[in-house]
């Protein structure tokens, strides 16, 4: 069984990085595209970017060039690599994993990202 546990979030100021992780309980080759997401009082469900199994990787326009996404295997882990932050930026982070077999996404607890201006 695949969970997840996303970690990195905090306070920072514009302008600023953060990096965050979600780290894989499980075996992470079962997971065909990891994604994030992020949630706001406004936005309930953003979805911010996508990696595949075989490294693709897609993002929302809102976040081009500034977001990376990248996975490690032997860490079983996803980065979700934040530069130039803005204060839209602010939200919750959740990545949730797509596997075969399964019509709905696995998702962890989320963290929050909070960017002062």
């Known amino acids: 069984q695949v969970q997840l546990v996303e970690s990195g979030g905090g306070l920072v100021q514009s302008g600023e990085s953060l990096r965050l992780s979600c780290v894989v309980s499980?075996?992470?080759?079962?997971?065909?595209?990891m994604n994030w997401y992020r949630r706001t009082p406004v936005q309930p469900r953003e979805w911010v970017g996508f990696?595949?199994?075989?490294?693709?990787?897609n993002y929302a326009d809102s976040v081009k060039p500034r977001f990376t996404i990248s996975r490690d295997d032997a860490k079983s882990t996803v980065y979700l690599q934040m530069n130039n932050l803005k204060p839209e930026d602010t939200a919750v982070y959740y990545c949730?994993?797509?596997?075969?077999?399964?019509?709905?996404?696995?998702w962890g607890q989320g963290t929050q990202v909070t960017v002062s201006s």
């Open positions: 990696v595949s199994n075989v490294g693709d990787t």
């Open positions: 949730a994993a797509d596997l075969s077999g399964r019509l709905d996404l696995i």
């Open positions: 499980g075996d992470i080759h079962l997971i065909n595209i």
